[in-house]
């Protein structure tokens, strides 16, 4: 391969076929044909190894988009997705706190890097001792545990007030047989649910808490779950059952 | 490498948030995420197809396929918009493919527009130099392989297409591609 960028003056005709790495570059570059296209695409879904290089030029060549200007989309584009995913028409009656574009504006950006951060490290990390991304982070957090009715834990949640984060941590369980997805909700002492997005069964979640409702984030206000519609509740309210919930500790 | 994901944050962490909430198939969270990103993802394949229409259909499979594949983005290996970039250019380049060949073969002012200063992918990447470790590289490639790699990126040529519009044989175009890829394989390899 080395000999292909050092040959002196061979610039025409005779080119060996390119090895595996260059085919995966010429493709995310984008000068293969409509069948040689195809090829690729059958090993790519085939063959980890070969997605694995195509993912490499995709990162190497990916910063090249960053020059190619946004141009405004035609609205009715949005409702096409949403038909061709099969979505409902009249969802957009939810009005919930998703609804509003605005929502992820509200909320601070150190808020959201301390969500990503809590994403990326493992529940273990957290207790042991600080590494560079959780280095501010208070050495211990108390958990609330979140309960079924008969008291056996679902989900244990560490509230970080300062950052406005919650990480949840399922405790296993199989996922709900019709199909529900588990939505979190906050609610406030004296005050009704308001959504903080889906969790996982299996996975632990970080969720970030709007700025207007960080406020609510303390002692006596109680974290649930219920199980929703996949896509969540179509509105601001839950829908289905409470299967967990608990007061948070701090 | 969470310390590079760190790093990462600053810029698109609402859009790393929202494509975790897609991944556990939260609707709001993709319409918001269609609504911060399908101006460039269009931009995108509005640049590749030329035609609006075509244009739109992409984006709409495009999104499509974030809505399915939201759960394999993996934040340690692509940021946020440069993956859903790589979507919409498949889709657009899957679409200009498939157009009959007699539209995909017409006549281009090939030379005109890769040297028109305003037009030129080679100088719209010069334009914007050192903003990647990515463009640092290209501006390193011969003025030749440059033109070709960036004319392939932006408008989706395959290599006969770009031997007709600048006139020279296939094998020294596919020559020069290949060149300037491993080049810039090289280049981004460095310390």
């Not at chain 1, 779950?225 to 509105?235: D, W, Y």
């Not at chain 2, 790393?16 to 931009?43: I, M, P």
């Not at chain 2, 790589?86 to 200009?96: G, T, V």
């Amino acid at each position: 391969m080395s000999d292909l960028t050092s040959k002196p003056g061979g610039d025409e005709d005779a080119i060996e076929p390119p090895d595996d790495d260059l085919l995966a570059g010429e493709y995310v570059l984008g000068v293969l044909d409509e069948g040689q296209r195809r090829a690729v695409q059958v090993r790519i879904e085939a063959e980890p190894v070969f997605a694995r290089r195509v993912a490499g030029w995709e990162e190497r060549l990916g910063s090249l988009t960053a020059h190619v200007e946004p141009i405004d989309v035609p609205e009715h584009l949005w409702l096409r997705v949403r038909e061709r995913l099969g979505w409902p028409a009249a969802a957009h009656a939810g009005g919930g706190l998703w609804r509003s574009v605005g929502f992820w504006r509200a909320t601070t950006a150190v808020a959201l890097a301390a969500a990503i951060a809590a994403i990326v490290i493992s529940v273990p990390r957290m207790l042991a001792p600080p590494s560079p991304l959780v280095a501010e982070s208070p050495a211990a957090e108390p958990v609330t545990t979140l309960s079924h009715d008969d008291g056996t834990p679902a989900w244990l949640a560490s509230v970080d007030v300062r950052r406005g984060t919650v990480l949840l941590v399922p405790v296993p369980a199989p996922a709900d047989a019709r199909g529900r997805v588990p939505e979190l909700w906050l609610i406030p002492r004296g005050g009704s649910p308001r959504a903080l997005g889906l969790l996982s069964s299996d996975r632990s979640y970080a969720v970030a808490v709007p700025a207007d409702l960080r406020i609510a984030l303390t002692a006596g206000a109680v974290l649930a779950v219920s199980l929703e519609p996949p896509g969540g509740a179509p509105g601001p309210a839950p829908t289905g059952p409470i299967i967990a919930k608990g007061m948070i500790q701090l | 490498m969470r310390l590079t994901a760190g790093a990462r944050v600053k810029h698109d962490v609402s859009l790393e948030a929202l494509l975790g909430q897609v991944a556990l198939g939260n609707r709001a969270a993709f319409e918001a995420l269609y609504h911060d990103t399908s101006r460039k993802l269009f931009g995108i394949c509005l640049r590749l197809l030329a035609e609006r229409s075509e244009a739109e259909d992409a984006l709409q499979e495009t999104f499509t396929t974030v809505w399915r594949k939201a759960v394999q983005f993996d934040a340690a290996r692509a940021s946020p918009i440069a993956w859903l970039a790589m979507i919409a250019r498949n889709k657009a380049i899957d679409r200009l493919r498939a157009r009959p060949a007699r539209s995909r073969m017409a006549p281009i002012e090939a030379i005109e527009e890769l040297e028109d200063p305003r037009a030129s992918p080679h100088q719209q990447a010069q334009a914007l130099a050192d903003r990647s470790r990515l463009d640092a590289c290209i501006q390193q490639l011969e003025a030749q392989r440059r033109s070709l790699i960036c004319a392939a990126f932006f408008e989706g040529s395959t290599y006969e297409e770009l031997a007709v519009r600048i006139g020279s044989p296939l094998g020294s175009v596919k020559s020069w591609i290949r060149r300037g890829l491993l080049q810039l394989r090289s280049c981004l390899q460095e310390p």
